[in-house]
């Protein structure tokens, strides 16, 4: 084995690993700061409920892999403990007290082993879903790290692997004693480095070099940088628009009508709201979708029903074009028309899910209660928000990965009520192209 100071040394002298790793924790700060302490916000004042938060916060950690939380006993961890717990709301406080940051070590300490129990007992009455009690200390430690990474270390595998191999750390009696031991050793490593190197020395900086020793090595940074694997993935809709055909890559644009729609269709004998809804009709048409456009001039109709049909669900939709952002507010009783129209006919053609989708520029003063309502009191599965810019990513994503279907796609329209944010369309990927072995820190 590589001794520990050999391995700081190897890592500070290779110029391929330190700009590497300098680009990926300017990253993390980034991201942490910009995306992920917002959603923690929020999930924790309830502004987003539990299911909310496992989709956003995996889909950002697929979209930016940079603390390995997209691998098995992170992203999946989390799916496992929602299908074993009883009620969602039950796994949502408990979350929203133990993702905050410790008061101090024993604090931490009681915070894992209390959690792991509760995952020890979801595991012994949901033998299928099967959460690992253990996992607990990756999970909480990610949560911790990205709010606070300068006072608590993520527990990567890779680096618990390493320091048992060196003889530096053993697992303890429990999950919490064991995290306790792990910062002790970190902090051990830390204050050695820091006089090896004669510059101070993160938890992560101890981290990143330990994985760059165990599973990197500058050939495989510089195939990587060459292919360009070491650019962060387009996952978005960008300026370019790849993999958009033209009619539907001004969808967005359309939508909130700016000055560039307008400009560019007021040649025509068409308002931009009749534009925007055939716009969607092909767009929904692209993704798979038999689609039967409706409208203006067909009566009191939605503007359009995609039937999924070899899936055995459809999606009735409903475009607004709104330079503000579109509110439900009194259009609940229309919307309660329409689904009450068309649901009769879908059920007896044999659709087992039938779904509301309403797609704007954006949405405003959404309330949820309206939605509940809807949900509740007519025959329909569920009713989301899409903005438009996030419909032309789904299009995107299903032109550009051929393995993904509509069976994938269904995910969008009924895994929650509600506006879906662009991250969480990473979640359509299913889990058999994820890593299901183990978690990197790439």
Known sequence: MTSPEDIFRDFTDSKEASDHYEEHNRKRDEVAEEELQPLIDDFRSSEVDVVEFRNRNNGLNKQHPLWGFDGFVGGMHFNKLLKAVPGESELGEKLRNVIQPPENEADAHETIDAFAEYTQRLKENDLDSDPFPKSTIFFLSYFWHVQQSTDWPLYYPTTEQYLKEEGLFEMEESYGASYVDFIATMDDLREEASTWLETPVEYREVSNAIYWHEELDESEIEDEETSGGGEETETFVNGDKPYLP?????????????????????????????????????????????????????????????????????????????????????????????????????????????????????????????????????????????????????????????????????????????????????????????????????
């Open 246 to 442: 033209p009619v539907v890559a001004d969808l967005d644009a359309v939508a909130a009508g700016r000055d560039e729609a307008v400009n560019q269709y007021a040649p025509a004998d068409t308002d931009l709201p009749v534009i925007f809804e055939r716009k969607c009709g092909i767009l929904f048409k692209m993704l798979g979708f038999d689609t039967e456009v409706l409208g203006q001039g067909s009566g009191r109709n939605p503007d359009g029903i995609a039937e999924a049909v070899r899936n055995d669900y459809a999606v009735i939709y409903d475009a607004k074009k709104r330079e503000e952002g579109y509110r439900i507010g009194r259009d609940d009783r229309t919307i309660r028309e329409y689904i009450e129209t068309h649901t009769r006919r879908l059920r007896d053609q044999g659709k087992r899910h039938i779904y509301f989708a309403i797609v704007s520029s954006s949405f405003r003063d959404t309330e949820e209660s309206t939605l509940r309502d809807l949900r509740t009191n007519t025959d329909i599965d569920n009713i989301v928000l899409l903005k438009a810019d996030v419909l032309q990513e789904l299009l995107r994503m299903r032109l550009e990965e051929p393995y993904l279907n509509l069976d994938d796609v269904e995910w969008v329209f009924g895994n929650r009520p509600g506006e879906i944010q662009s991250e969480e369309l990473e979640n359509i990927v299913p889990e058999w192209r994820q890593s299901d072995s183990e978690f990197f820190v790439s």
